[in-house]
C-alpha cells in the first residue's frame, strides 16, 4: 500500500469515491447530480486542498481530503482532515490507517492541531483515538424527519 497526491489522472475516480462516500454517509439524503461532484473535487484541486490517495498494486482504493482551516481568520489555523474513504472491498487492509497517520503527520511537521473526522457507525473513530491521540470534541446527531407531527420536534 503506498500514498500519492491526486493527478488529473485520477480525478474521474476521485469522484466516483467521493460520491460513493456521500451516499454511505447520508444514506437517507438525497443526492445531487454527479456533475456537483466533479465541480467539488475540482474546487478542492483549484484551492489546493490536500487529495492523498492510497494505492494497492497501483489500483486506486481510498483517499483522503485535508486542508489547513483557519475558520475563515477566526482563529489559529488547524489542519482538517474532513474526508478519509476507503472503497469497501479493501477495508481493514490499513488503508484507512495510512490516510489518516499521513493527515497526522502533516499536521505534526507543520506544528498544527489536527481535526479528523470518522463516522460513528464504523471503527475509524476508534481508529482515530487509539492511535492518533485526539479527544472527542463534537457528536452529530441527524434525525430523519417523519412527517407533520410532534414527534419531529
Given amino acids: 500500500m503506498t500514498l500519492h ?58 483517499f483522503s481530503m485535508s486542508y489547513v482551516d483557519d475558520n475563515v481568520g477566526l482563529t489559529n489555523p488547524i489542519y482538517n482532515g474532513v474526508i478519509a474513504y476507503v472503497k469497501p472491498e479493501y477495508r481493514k487492509t490499513r488503508a484507512a490507517y495510512m490516510l489518516y497517520k499521513n493527515m497526522s503527520s502533516w499536521a505534526k511537521e507543520h506544528k498544527m492541531s489536527i481535526i479528523a473526522n470518522g463516522l460513528a457507525t464504523t471503527d475509524v473513530a476508534k481508529m482515530i483515538k487509539k492511535h492518533f491521540d485526539c479527544k472527542e470534541m463534537f457528536i452529530n446527531f441527524e434525525r430523519t424527519y417523519k412527517g407533520d407531527t410532534n414527534e419531529n420536534i
Avoid at 488529473?8 to 451516499?23: H, L, P, Q, R
Fill in 5 to 62: 497526491s491526486i493527478t488529473f489522472d485520477d480525478y474521474e475516480e476521485v469522484v466516483d469515491m467521493y460520491y460513493n462516500f456521500t451516499k454511505e454517509v447520508y444514506p437517507e439524503r438525497t443526492i445531487g447530480a454527479r456533475y456537483f461532484f466533479y465541480k467539488e473535487v475540482m474546487v478542492w484541486i483549484n484551492s489546493r486542498h490536500h487529495v492523498t490517495l492510497a494505492k494497492k498494486d497501483g489500483r486506486i482504493v481510498g
